[in-house]
T-cell receptor, first 116, second 109 residues
Framework: GAVVSQHPSWVICKSGTSVKIECRSL??????MFWYRQFPKQSLMLMAT?????????EQGVEKDKFLINHASLTLSTLTVTSAHPEDSSFYIC????????????FGEGSRLTVL | AQRVTQPEKLLSVFKGAPVELKCNYS??????LFWYVQYSRQRLQLLLR??SRESIKGFTADLNKGETSFHLKKPFAQEEDSAMYYC???????????FGSGTKLNVKP
């Protein structure tokens, strides 16, 4: 099946620094990628939808200047948490929809961000 | 606004017992509904989608538009069914997906 890889799996950073998380589709071209944030014991919250070559569409309440999303190719999307603060600590998960757009999402393994 | 509600955080049943994981949704249009599953130490993966009307691993789910529900059912639970289950809604065109808070299913021997 289709594989989506996220890197890093976990990262610890100091407050005020920026962190980049990569999401790659390894064996298929992902026309659309989705970024989710998951708080402990809570649901996956959709942050933004990114399409290759265009600006990401952010959900209401998500700061686009805080969470920079770039989808420069059909196999790579990146999420950069800028000037991170402890409240940004969370589990970030990316998912990708294949070119066939069957409605199935392929998920990365997630990235645990801890901001000190 | 769209919303997916899974009222049960945890559901424990004995092996061989029937199981039903509840999912209700609110959406003004005609949504596509899915169930995703996450087994221990694995990533989320698709279990089934309502448009396929399929049975996967003995699980079925029927979309009830009148009750705006998409409950997941299995007549005889197995221990390997223990996992986290998420109900998800997509707008037509699959350009956005929204997830419920998840239900942890624990099947006891």
């Amino acid at each position: 099946g289709a594989v989506v890889s996220q890197h890093p799996s976990w990262v610890i950073c100091k407050s005020g620094t920026s962190v980049k998380i990569e999401c790659r589709s390894l064996d298929f071209q992902a026309t659309t990628m989705f970024w989710y944030r998951q708080f402990p014991k809570q649901s996956l919250m959709l942050m933004a939808t990114s399409n290759e070559g265009s600006k990401a569409t952010y959900e209401q309440g998500v700061e686009k200047d805080k969470f920079l999303i770039n989808h420069a190719s059909l196999t790579l999307s990146t999420l950069t948490v800028t000037s991170a603060h402890p409240e940004d600590s969370s589990f970030y998960i990316c998912s990708a929809a294949g070119a066939l757009n069957t409605g199935e999402l392929f998920f990365g393994e997630g990235s645990r961000l801890t901001v000190l | 606004a769209q919303r997916v509600t899974q009222p049960e955080k945890l559901l424990s049943v004995f092996k061989g017992a029937p199981v039903e994981l509840k999912c209700n949704y609110s959406y003004s249009g005609s949504p596509e509904l899915f169930w995703y599953v996450q087994y221990s130490r694995q990533r989320l993966q698709l279990l089934l989608r309502h448009i396929s009307r399929e049975s996967i691993k003995g699980f079925t789910a029927d979309l009830n538009k009148g009750e705006t529900s998409f409950h997941l059912k299995k007549p005889f639970a197995q221990e390997e069914d223990s996992a986290m289950y998420y109900c998800a809604l997509s707008k037509p065109g699959f350009n956005k997906f929204y997830f419920g808070s998840g239900t942890k299913l624990n099947v006891k021997p």
